[in-house]
């Protein structure tokens, strides 16, 4: 039916201008609609349906593989069974589905469902506007959802997975391979890393982050609750509890803003806010034992240890005082007490001395032995005070010396193996008391390496080759150097002159200060936090890991290439505060609204001018009638730059003998814009 309608197949039906139907059962509706297919079905202008059992509905509409569909204008289904519903939508792969303007799935079995959306590969399925899923058998769900590699799940607006990774959420992104990043703005960078909380980072491989903002940036780390972080550097760190901070390797931070600065550690609070940890059960005692001990453990090591000085605890579990009586005198501590035997002995030691010497040279007398008490008695008939045993050959050894018995009344010999034994415990105990009663002044602490040096008064020194020069100096790391006043350098290489440098080759000088591995801070009252980070200028500050800052009084959080957003920046204040995104959109949204209306109002100003102009131009003329009493009306249009406009003019002659008209007209440029006139002719 129609100029040139072609119905050729069997059972056929063709309406339409030069549309053809010329396999069985085929149907074409639409002027050049073309059904070639046996038991296809096209209508629509210029569509076609050109394989078995297809249909196309739309203006252009193409089914072309068999059991194919299309339904919009312009859609296209390609694929063996696939389906195309939208204008301008595209099924290309085998049973593959595209629903919505523009959407397009090319992959086998792909499914791309909103406007805009793509699903290129196998199986891949695009749901949302403009949502891809790029990948064979990805997922993408939600409008500019992205889903770009094999496996990868990328669920909420704008959310993206990449290197078979899962992002659930707004923003949320999965980077590395294998990661998970779950909850608005959540981000997983590392391989096998995973994110879950609203802004939560996974920044490192095997790193885990849980809660609103936990970051965990080293290596198989752990940040575990709100505002949580483990530091790049703290690798299998751990921070558990709302705002824990760990910076250190195989540190653990436990509990609401803990921090674990020191490697191998675990911290239950930080400096001023420390906590006990109660509830502890006996740790094992042994040698080998690595157990925790508890304080009912260490009350009782305490009250041994009292025992053994003869003397209590105080119900802190504080050890009371001793009092020690040597010769009459009470003493209180150990170390005096001992002092005191040691001079009593040495004068016991003394007085034998003199005793032998006397013996040896006859000035006191013979020695004698009671036959019936067995006593000998040395000069026992004469006077004097000392017994001398020494002879011509030098002094003689008392041997056989029975052990003396040693109070306050006692006036017997004591014996080598007791004053061997006094001897033994007094140097022991002296010490001890000259390691707590000494007064140095600085300290160092060395390796297997070269010695530490701590030359500087009250200054610190530890590790191999480590120097500490300078008053007040602290040098802590193999090969760490602090040369300056007051100056600190930590970690390995680290270099501070006159100024404070942590981390592995670190270096400050000029009163910077340098916190990170490579980190430089040369510039004066310059500062460099993160890996590697530099400011060589006077003032400046380089923030972040690769920071560099070459110029004075500034702040770098990249470098050339390599820079950062700042976020999360409060709205400016006063007039050298910054200014946020949000403050700047505001400013250029008041400048657009103003040049909108002064647009506007330029617009209504140039329509009404031209307005004026075609109502000008449209007035009719003013004609003379051929005769007196006649009447003649004009009727002129005009156009002018996109207005129109219409006019009226009538003119009528007086019965007069001269020739005399009156005249009036009225035109109309559109809207508002009038044009009235009136007037007198005479012909001379």
């Known amino acids: 039916m129609g100029n040139h309608a072609d119905a050729a197949g069997a059972y056929s039906v063709a309406v339409g201008f030069l549309s053809s139907a010329s396999q069985s059962h085929a149907t074409a509706v639409g002027a050049t609609s073309n059904a070639s297919g046996t038991d296809s079905t096209v209508v629509g202008y210029g569509s076609e349906a050109t394989a078995a059992q297809t249909s196309a509905f739309g203006s252009y509409s193409s089914a072309t593989a068999q059991q194919a569909s299309a339904f919009g204008n312009s859609s296209t289904a390609s694929g063996t069974q696939s389906s195309a519903f939208g204008a301008s939508s595209t099924a290309t ?118 809660g609103w903002n936990a970051r965990a940036n080293a290596v198989d780390s752990t940040a575990l609750g709100f505002n949580t972080n483990v530091s790049a550097a703290a690798i299998s760190g751990v921070a558990i509890g709302e705002g824990a901070q760990t910076t250190a390797s195989n540190a653990v931070a436990l509990g609401s803003k803990s921090v674990a600065n020191v490697a191998n550690t675990i911290s239950v609070g930080s400096a001023g806010k420390e906590r006990r940890i109660v509830n502890v059960a006996a740790g094992t005692l042994s040698s080998t034992s690595t157990d925790v001990v508890n304080g009912g453990q260490l009350y009782t090591a305490n009250q041994r240890v009292a025992a053994a000085f003869g003397t209590t605890l105080d119900a802190g579990g504080q050890m009371v005082a001793p009092s020690y009586m040597i010769q009459g005198v009470s003493y209180n501590n150990v170390g005096s007490a001992f002092s005191a035997v040691n001079a009593a002995l040495s004068s016991t030691a003394t007085s034998i001395s003199n005793l032998q010497t006397q013996i040896d040279n006859g000035s006191i007398g013979l020695v004698q032995q009671n036959s019936s008490t067995k006593v000998i008695g040395i000069g026992s008939s004469t006077d004097g005070t000392v017994v001398d045993v020494s002879g011509t050959s030098g002094n003689r050894t008392v041997t056989g010396v029975a052990a003396g018995a040693v109070d306050a009344t006692s006036t017997d010999a004591v014996n080598g193996s007791q004053l061997y034994a006094t001897n033994q415990t007094v140097a022991s105990l002296s010490a001890t008391v000259a390691g707590i009663a000494g007064t140095t002044q600085y300290t160092k602490v060395n390796s297997a390496g070269a010695a530490a040096n701590a030359s500087g008064t009250d200054a610190i020194a530890i590790g191999g080759n480590a120097q500490a020069t300078q008053s007040g100096s602290i040098a802590i790391g193999l090969n760490s150097a602090s040369t300056g006043t007051n100056a600190i350098a930590i970690g390995t290489g680290a270099v501070a002159t006159g100024s404070v440098a942590v981390g592995a080759a670190a270096s400050a000088g000029n009163g910077g200060a340098a916190f990170g591995d490579g980190a430089v801070a040369t510039g004066s009252n310059s ?158």
């Open 527 to 684: 500062a460099a936090l993160g890996t590697n980070a530099s400011a060589t200028a006077a003032n400046s500050v380089a923030i972040g890991t690769g920071s560099t800052n070459t110029v004075a009084n500034t702040v770098s959080f990249g470098s050339a290439g390599n820079e950062r957003r700042l976020t999360n920046v409060a709205a400016g204040v006063n007039q050298t505060d910054a200014v946020n995104v949000g403050q700047l959109q505001s400013a250029v949204a008041g400048f657009q609204s103003q040049i909108g209306s002064l647009q506007s109002e330029i617009a209504a100003n140039q329509q009404e001018a031209r307005r004026g102009i075609v109502a000008a131009v449209s007035a009719a003329p003013v004609l003379m009638p051929s005769a007196r009493g006649r009447t003649t009306v004009a009727v002129n249009a005009g156009y002018y730059r996109g207005q129109s406009g219409v006019g009226i003019g009538i003119s009528h002659r007086l019965d007069w003998t001269t020739p005399t008209v009156l005249f009036g007209g009225y035109s109309n440029g559109g809207g508002s814009e009038h044009i009235g006139r009136a007037g007198m002719a005479v012909e001379f």
């Open 93 to 210: 792969g085998v049973a593959s589905v595209a629903v919505g303007y523009a959407a397009s799935a090319s992959g086998d079995y792909a499914i791309a469902f909103g406007r805009q959306s793509q699903a290129t590969m196998q199986s891949a399925l695009a749901i949302g506007q403009s949502a891809e899923a790029t990948g064979a058998d990805s997922v993408a769900l939600g409008s500019d959802a992205l889903a770009d590699n094999s496996g990868a799940i990328a669920i909420g607006s704008s959310a993206q997975a990449h290197l078979a990774g899962t992002a659930v959420g707004r923003t949320a992104h999965a980077y590395g391979d294998y990661s998970t990043a779950v909850g608005q703005a959540a981000a997983a960078t590392g391989q096998g890393s995973s994110a879950y909380g609203y802004t939560s980072v996974a920044g490192a491989t095997a790193a885990s982050a849980f």
